[in-house]
């Protein structure tokens, strides 16, 4: 429950701490006294967003703490997940500078605020004006019965798996718009894939043929001026071999006499060894050079085959066609991939929707279950506000479908009147009306829920006199399991607090504050004559408050 909220900084507050009564309180003062600014700043320790626009001094940073008991409300585990040393004595601080960056902290260790409201929704519901509206809403009823049928785990276990079910179905719609995008692109692909592998090109093989083809075209050629170099080496008459055979027997002759013409001879020795190999390398070379038209057609025929392929693919290479042919193998494998991807995950599809149908029909008998109850409990405390001939129904259609809710839609239909048939609630409630069936219906949910603490924004709105005193004694019931602090104009409700807080404005050096402070037994006579008497104060007034607080 909230001991103590501390604010600094904050719209009309300049500084304030309030010690807060464990059971029933209620908060009192004129209109735009600041009582709504308070919710305002509770509701930072409790996650919500703010703006720097909060700020009551522009250069200075906004702080607000709330100090709160936890012991026995089952939080141990949320600190374990979240990290966090866990305490029974409970400080959440928020921090907003004059820039508007906010910071979150538990118990002086730094968090997001996504933790920070976590935390914060299961201790504090603020129920607002604003929240009487919702009551219409379908989803806001849907919740309203799973929280009074206890199954809020099974609706959140229901919905991350129907979440995780989402995201297979979007999954697998982008697989099928991939499949089919690459179906239609599929026969090209396997037509140029099975075109370059039957081509069977190899690394090297252009530059080969287009070398033999060059010796094949010019074959005639190369046979003539290899057989006139052998010819004139070997053949000739005299022939270059003979010659510098003759040549090298006569310098041997001399060779004994110079020095030099040593060295030549032995130059000329191996130089002629040379022309020998040549000459034979050069008769082998013309041997196996031969005119063969079918040879040079063949090759052509296949250099032209790998040209019209770099062409087709832009490419000039027969290492980027081999490249080419390595992407189109894995498009093709990627495809046959798809196929078995989306068979897998259609199958993952099918059993998840099995599970996900089981687990929906048995939250919608749960509800169902619930309904009878729920109804006989809000007709009973509606009796009791004053409305003996209301009548509250819930109807409930199921679909064949599963949605984020389940398979069921609910809709509140609700009769103040005799003879009048059951309606939706927007169409047939009045204000006041609402606010009764808002909070039988926040009371019973107050009971199972157990709550640390609920706060009501003018739940009193609409409704006066004798309902007004049955509306404080059903806000009396509740603050004896929880904490309960309410925001009234009414002298009935004021009356049974057992803790009265008064808030008011104040001039200080030409700037207006809001400040708020805890009534005395006397001060609360006085108060509450006030709104007795419209401010005016009355023995008649002073009577009726003492007498509002005696019971």
């Not at 032209?304 to 392929?309: M, N, Q, S, V, W």
Request: charged share 25%; net charge negative; glycine share 6%.
């Amino acid at each position: 429950m909230l001991l103590k909220l501390f604010i600094e900084n904050y719209a009309l507050i300049q500084k304030l701490e309030i010690d807060w009564h464990p059971g029933f309180s209620v908060i009192t003062g004129e209109t735009g006294a600041g009582k709504t600014i308070l919710l305002g700043a509770l509701s930072l320790v409790l996650g919500q967003r703010a703006e720097a626009s909060v700020l009551f001094n522009k250069e200075a940073k906004c702080i607000v703490e709330g100090t709160f008991r936890i012991t026995s409300y089952g939080l141990e585990s949320f600190f374990q997940e979240q990290e966090l040393d866990y305490d029974d004595m409970l400080v959440l601080r928020r921090e907003i500078s004059p820039g508007g960056k906010s910071r979150a902290f538990i118990n002086d260790t730094p968090v997001n605020l996504n933790q920070m409201k976590e935390l914060g929704d299961r201790l504090v519901n603020i129920h607002s004006q604003h929240s009487i509206i919702t009551l219409n809403q379908a989803n806001f009823q849907l919740e309203i019965l799973d929280d009074y049928a206890s199954i809020q785990q099974e609706i959140n276990t229901f919905r991350e798996t129907f979440m995780i079910q989402e995201d297979r179905r979007a999954q697998l719609s982008g697989l099928c718009a991939r499949e089919a995008r690459f179906r239609g692109e599929t026969d090209y692909h396997q037509f140029l894939y099975d075109e370059l592998t039957k081509a069977a090109l190899s690394e090297g093989e252009q530059q080969e043929l287009e070398e033999q083809l060059d010796i094949l075209t010019h074959a005639e050629e190369i046979k003539k001026g290899l057989s006139f170099a052998t010819h004139t080496l070997e053949n000739a008459d005299p022939n270059l071999l003979g010659l510098l055979t003759e040549v090298l027997a006569s310098l041997k002759g001399i060779a004994g006499f110079h020095q030099e013409v040593t060295d030549i001879v032995a130059r000329l020795d191996s130089n002629l060894i040379d022309i020998k190999d040549i000459t034979k390398e050069l008769q082998r070379l013309e041997d196996h050079i031969q005119v063969d038209p079918d040879t040079s057609e063949r090759v052509s025929a296949r250099l032209d085959l790998i040209y019209r392929l770099q062409k087709k693919h832009q490419v000039s290479s027969i290492k980027e066609l081999l490249g080419i042919q390595e992407e189109l193998s894995a498009k093709l494998l990627e495809t046959e991939s798809l196929d078995d991807r989306i068979a897998h995950l259609s199958r993952e599809i099918e059993e998840a929707g099995k599970e996900l149908l089981t687990m929906a029909t048995s939250i919608s008998e749960a509800r169902r279950k619930a309904i009878p109850s729920f109804e006989k409990e809000i007709t009973a405390l509606l009796a009791d506000l004053g409305m003996p001939s209301a009548r509250f129904t819930i109807e409930c259609t199921q679909s064949a479908v599963c949605t984020v809710d389940g398979l069921d839609a609910v809709k509140f239909l609700f009769s103040a009147n005799k003879g009048v048939p059951p309606d939706e609630v927007s169409r047939i409630a009045s204000g006041g009306e609402l606010s009764r069936l808002m909070l039988s219906v926040k009371s019973m949910i107050s009971r199972k829920n157990l709550l640390p603490t609920i706060i009501f924004d003018e739940i009193d709105s609409g409704v006066s006199g004798d309902i007004a005193g049955k509306v404080g004694m059903i806000l009396q019931r509740m603050a004896t399991t929880m904490q309960v602090i309410v925001i009234t104009h009414l002298p009935q409700i004021a009356g049974k607090g057992e803790g009265h807080y008064w808030v008011f404005k104040e001039d200080a050096n030409g700037t207006t504050r809001s400040n708020i402070r805890r009534l005395l037994h006397e001060e609360r006579i006085e108060e509450i004559a006030k709104m007795v008497s419209s401010e005016r104060v009355t023995k008649a007034s002073y009577q009726t408050a003492k007498e509002l607080l005696a019971n």
